[in-house]
């Protein structure tokens, strides 16, 4: 019922800055929720930041909190996450997800989107 498309990633040297970006196409007024997840070589993918499409309550996870930034534009359905002071170990697969409403699971997923950490 939804599509979502990522860009913005890529290679940036440990301490600075990227943001990716997140469009959703198709039957967006369905969204209830939108976030990021995030899989490194060898480990489970895991959440990373989330937000309500209506009202932009937001969820970090521990390891990133104060570093990134979720936010979301209604008008473009478009996702975001800003992302500084870059760590290593920020590095992985970036997945962009959505989910709709009446449901507490995730249900639509971004192809993903590399980011890469220079230390």
């Known amino acids: 019922q939804v599509q979502l498309v990522e860009s913005g990633g890529g290679l940036v040297q440990a301490g600075g800055s990227l943001r990716l970006s997140c469009a959703a196409s198709?039957?967006?007024?369905?969204?209830?929720?939108m976030g990021w997840f995030r899989q490194a070589p060898g480990k489970e993918r895991e959440f990373v930041a989330a937000?309500?499409?209506?009202?932009?309550?937001?969820y970090y996870a521990d390891s990133v909190k104060g570093r990134f930034t979720v936010s979301r534009d209604n008008d473009k359905n478009t996702l975001y996450l800003q992302m500084s002071s870059l760590k290593p170990e920020d590095a992985a697969v970036y997945y962009c997800?959505?989910?709709?409403?009446?449901?507490?699971?995730?249900?639509?997923w971004g192809q993903g989107n590399q980011v890469a950490v220079s230390a």
């Open positions: 997800a959505a989910g709709p409403v009446g449901a507490t699971n995730w249900g639509w």
């Open positions: 198709g039957r967006t007024f369905s969204l209830y929720r």
């Open positions: 937000i309500r499409w209506t009202g932009g309550l937001t």
